[in-house]
Each structure stands twice: as structure tokens, then as C-alpha cells.
């Protein structure tokens, strides 16, 4: 999922008719899935007033693929959406997202097409590398279950802790090791990491892009950022998803190519702010992604 979307775990799931709203394109019947070559292939997305939709939909348009953008503010909604034949597409999600939603809810919904990386990074006010970052500092690190695994991999691959086996994208505070770890963690409310960071109760904090600024700080500040290219990373490469049933429907590819053309991806790195990073992996490449975390995911539980 996008630098938006990361912060939000799994909640409470809700009715699946709540909280949406449909942005039909120009000229596209209503009721998208309804029998008719017309129909309008329905995705679900959490940030449809961005221009990426905008230029994206005129694209579709122009190679004879209507489409409906359905914008939630729920993040359970899309992924209940496909589940239940109200949406074609959705694309809003990393695959560490999507797995543990399969896992907790039993479905199984695919990986169609990547979209991109958005790197999390470390910031601190006071140290200008890792480096500098002194023996014993504390770092505030997001609390909920995706992003606290992910800032604890960013800590490790910084080489400012150590994880037990190595980490995962399941790690948690009780797997760091102390003896290989130069500093301790603060778990806090996502929202939070840059007030913590702004106070001065911590060295450093992982700040999820949508809160650097709060901090007053820009993606550019950062002392450290993950590699995207690393396997670490694999399971937040945001994607394109779709029922398992609907997954070879051929419209899918020609959407994720013209998301991946050059005028979509301008407007999603500057919605980014700069920090996307663009991925074309393979629906069996991302699958076989999926299939893994999904598989660490029951043998946890």
C-alpha cells in the first residue's frame, strides 16, 4: 500500500456497504459487473480525488476500458468488495496487507499487477546519520502489527539493532536481541512517531511518510531509509488485487500497464512526494510473495 496507506492495520471489520463513494468514469453505466460489454470494470482505491485516478481513468478510456473508482475510508472495505463481487479490482495495499487479510477472513484474493515501493525512513532532529546516533538512544517506532515489523527490518538493516533469526515481516519488540542491539525501541500510535520525534523524547523515530511532515521534516531528511530493492522490502510492494476467480480477465494487464505509463507514474511519485518507487514484478512473482507470508502467517497462529 502507499505511503497513505501503511499506518492502517486490520481493524474491526465493518459492513461492506459503508463508507464509499463512487466516481463513475465519463460515460460509464452505473452497476459495474452488471452482464454488457459496457460495464465498467469497478475498482476500489482509498485516495481517489488524487490526479493519478484522473489520468488513469481518460487512458482507460481511450483503450475502450471503461472503468468506476470507488474511493473508501475504510480500509477492510476493498478487500470485502472483491470477497463479495462488488468490485472488479482494488488497489490500495501491500501484499503483507493483503496476506494477513486472507488469513484472518479466509479468502483469496490475488496479486494482479505491482505499482510501486514507498521507502520508510528513520528521522531524528538532533543526529544527521545513523552513525551519530549514540549507544542506548531510544527510537519510537510504530506500534501497529505491518508497520512496527517493517520499522524494526529498517532498524536492523541500518544496523542499529538485531532481530532473532534474522527478522521478518512478522517481527515484534519481544524479538529484538539485546546484546547485538546498539539501541532500545518505543512502540506508539503511528501518528504519534513524529510528536515523539518533535518533543525530544526519543533520538529518532520511523515515521510513516504521511506524518514526516508533521515533524517538519521532509521524505529528503531522512538519515536512513529501507532498500526497496532488498527481499526485505518484498512484502510491501503495493499491488493491484483481484478474486482468484477474475484474476486472468485480460482487461487487468492493459490497467496495469496504463497505471505504469509515464503519465500515471509522474502523477503518483509527486502525490508520493517523491519517495514511490515503481515495481512491474509478475502476478506469479507477487504471488509466490503472498503465498509465503500467508504461510508464516497460519503456522503463527
Known sequence: MSRKHL??????????GLMMSACAAPGSSSGGGAEGEDAPIRIGVVNASDEQ??????????EGIPVEITNFSDYQLPNQGLDQGEL??????????LAQFNVASDTDLVPVGATAVYPL????????????????????????ETNQARALLVLQEAGLLELADGGSSLS??????????RVT?????????????QSGSVAASIIN???????????EDAVFNDDPGSAASEPY?????ASADNADNPDFATLVEIWHSDEVEAAALEESGGTAVFKENTPQELQDILSGIEENLRAQA
Open 7 to 16: 499506518r492502517v492495520l486490520v481493524p474491526a471489520i465493518a459492513a461492506a
Open 53 to 62: 485516478w484522473t489520468i488513469f481513468t481518460e487512458k482507460a478510456e481511450e
Open 88 to 97: 472488479d479490482l482494488n488497489q490500495f495495499q501491500h501484499l503483507q496487507f
Open 121 to 144: 525512513g528513520l528521522y531524528s532532529l538532533e543526529f544527521d546519520s545513523v552513525d551519530a546516533i549514540p549507544d542506548g538512544a531510544q527510537i519510537a517506532i510504530p506500534n501497529d
Open 172 to 181: 515484534t519488540p519481544q524479538d529484538v536481541v539485546a546484546e547485538g542491539s
Open 185 to 197: 525501541v518505543t512502540p506508539v500510535d503511528a501518528a504519534q512517531t513524529a510528536i515523539a520525534l
Open 209 to 219: 511518510n504521511d506524518f514526516v511532515g508533521d515533524a517538519g521534516l521532509t521524505a
Open 237 to 241: 510492494i503495493n499491488i493491484w488485487a
